[in-house]
């Protein structure tokens, strides 16, 4: 729910996380009832030391929540192809995000 609602929907026993960009409504479906993050976009580069072809794509980065749980998720994916993402806990986005630091930087 965005700072300039009312009032939240009767399902919704939570306020918002400070990061909610949806805009709630007594009417959503139970599967609907999810709170999402702006999301952010990054060009990046797929592929792999055994693929041919490396292919350039934008990826998606958001924070989600469904409503009542009290699990972050944290979802990095092509949105154009269903499928193609990958969604962690907001702890394991964090540990995974360091290790990528530390092995992109030549940590050991």
Sequence with gaps: MTPTSRSRPSWQREPCPAWCVVEHDESDLP??????SAGRSTPA???GPLEDEQAAT???????????????WVFVGEPERD????SLSRE???HV?????????GED
């Design 31 to 36: 599967d609907d009832r999810v709170h999402d």
């Design 92 to 94: 394991s986005a964090l």
């Design 97 to 105: 995000a360091h290790e990528i630091l530390r092995l992109a930087s």
């Design 83 to 86: 499928g193609h993402g990958l």
């Design 45 to 47: 580069v797929l592929g």
């Design 58 to 72: 934008e990826l998606l980065i958001l924070m989600s929540r469904r409503s009542g749980d009290a699990v972050d």
